[in-house]
T-cell receptor, first 116, second 112 residues
Framework: GAVVSQHPSRVICKSGTSVKIECRSL??????MFWYRQFPKQSLMLMAT?????????EQGVEKDKFLINHASLTLSTLTVTSAHPEDSSFYIC????????????FGPGTRLTVL | GQQLNQSPQSMFIQEGEDVSMNCTSS?????WLWYKQDPGEGPVLLIA?????ELTSNGRLTAQFGITRKDSFLNISASIPSDVGIYFC????????????FGQGTRLTINP
């Protein structure tokens, strides 16, 4: 099956710093990538949708200036959490899709962000 | 907004028992998916359903896309210890798995 990787798997940072998370599709071209956030014992909440070469579409309530998304190639999308604060601590998960009709989403293993 | 109501929230069963969980919504969806998530991991796709009424199996797992397009169920037969985890339904109003809405999850615990 399709493989999606994320890096890093865990990151601890100080409040006020920025953190970049990478999402890669390893064996297929991901026209569309999605970023989710999951708080403990809760479901996944979609943050934004990004299509290769264009600006990301953010869900209501997600600050686009705080969560910068870049989808520069068909195999790589990055999420940068700028000026991170403790409330940004969460499990961030990306998924990737070939973007075709009937194409499904394959998820990465997630990145655990802890902001001190 | 669109919401998926997933039930039950948790299940405690004996090894070997069958499991059934479902998701319902007041909205119509064109794609239903079932994922399993282990602690600290991303969700893994179990079954994808693209047509109303579709019944699909994947080993001991069977899922159906409700005829009204507002619901779906997942059954697991003869549960084994590695079935432990959180199961999520997800749905998209679009054709294909674009912009998914997730259910709240069903936490499955198995007593050996």
């Amino acid at each position: 099956g399709a493989v999606v990787s994320q890096h890093p798997s865990r990151v601890i940072c100080k409040s006020g710093t920025s953190v970049k998370i990478e999402c890669r599709s390893l064996d297929f071209q991901a026209t569309t990538m999605f970023w989710y956030r999951q708080f403990p014992k809760q479901s996944l909440m979609l943050m934004a949708t990004s299509n290769e070469g264009s600006k990301a579409t953010y869900e209501q309530g997600v600050e686009k200036d705080k969560f910068l998304i870049n989808h520069a190639s068909l195999t790589l999308s990055t999420l940068t959490v700028t000026s991170a604060h403790p409330e940004d601590s969460s499990f961030y998960i990306c998924s990737a899709s070939e973007g075709l009709p009937w194409a499904t989403q394959y998820f990465g293993p997630g990145t655990r962000l802890t902001v001190l | 907004g669109q919401q998926l109501n997933q039930s039950p929230q948790s299940m405690f069963i004996q090894e070997g028992e069958d499991v059934s969980m479902n998701c319902t919504s007041s909205s119509i969806f064109n794609t239903w998916l079932w994922y399993k998530q282990d602690p600290g991991e991303g969700p893994v796709l179990l079954i994808a359903l693209y047509k109303a009424g579709e019944l699909t199996s994947n080993g001991r797992l069977t899922a159906q896309f409700g005829i009204t397009r507002k619901d779906s169920f997942l059954n697991i037969s003869a549960s084994i210890p590695s079935d432990v985890g959180i199961y999520f339904c997800a749905a998209s109003a679009l054709q294909g798995a674009q912009k998914l809405v997730f259910g709240q999850g069903t936490r499955l615990t198995i007593n050996p």
